[in-house]
């Protein structure tokens, strides 16, 4: 979720104002950036339904990964490696041992961008919105492409029976990546579905099978 980097840029935007009427003197430090920020959150949103302005309060990663962004230096490789082991930590792996789910489910899933809205019922589950960045399957000819394509990906993973020893470290993986991204990718774009309880566990499980079992349209 980039809301991150439109708050932080309105701070810019506002840190502008207050510079030239102070004549341009000097430009704002970080600390004085971050207070106008958090200014500029206050006065310009509100709690609205399901929506909370919390929303908007940032952990440590995103927090980096937004400045990274915002100032064009990249996060350092070693800090990178700390931000993927923290999140790494945060993942939830299924409770009752099972990683995959119904394909079609996860596919209604993919399909669906209901959800976190103010106009949501917040009692009806998400949608995983996966289409709107990455083609799934060779049928849906409307998708994003922010992210990778995902058809054939177990396919072109070798996996043939999700259930297999053999197929263990590629299913713990899709299920890590959809729960938490940044646990392999630090300033990864993707959202953390599960640890930002966009999808809960059944879903995440639903979506891992849509993309593992051989069975689904994405592997055919």
Not at 34 to 47: A, C, E, L, N, P
Not at 63 to 68: G, H, I, T
Not at 72 to 91: D, F, H, T, W
């Amino acid at each position: 979720m980039k809301l991150s980097f439109s708050i932080r840029t309105a701070g810019v935007v506002a840190a502008c104002g207050v510079t030239a009427l102070l004549g341009c003197a000097s430009s704002p430090n970080s600390a004085a950036l971050d207070q106008i920020t958090d200014g500029v959150v206050k006065t310009s949103f509100r709690d609205q339904g399901m929506v909370k302005v919390s929303r908007l309060v940032q952990d440590d990663s995103n927090r980096e990964c937004s400045m990274a962004e915002a100032t064009g230096k990249p996060v350092s490789a070693e800090r990178a490696k700390q931000i993927e082991e923290a999140n790494l930590r945060m993942v939830k792996w299924p409770s009752d041992g099972k990683f995959v789910g119904d394909w079609r489910e996860g596919e209604k899933i993919a399909q669906s961008g209901r959800g976190l809205t103010w106009t949501d019922d917040p009692k009806m589950a998400n949608g995983g919105n996966c289409y709107n960045c990455h083609q799934i399957t060779k049928e849906e000819i409307s998708f994003g492409t922010i992210g990778p394509s995902l058809y054939n990906y177990g396919k072109i993973r070798g996996v043939s029976d999700p259930s297999s020893a053999a197929a263990k470290p590629i299913v713990e993986y899709t299920w890590g990546k959809i729960w938490n991204s940044k646990a392999y990718n630090a300033c990864s774009n993707m959202p953390r579905a599960g640890h930002a309880g966009i999808l809960d566990e059944a879903q995440v499980r639903h979506v891992v099978g849509l993309l593992l079992d051989p069975q689904s349209p994405v592997n055919k």
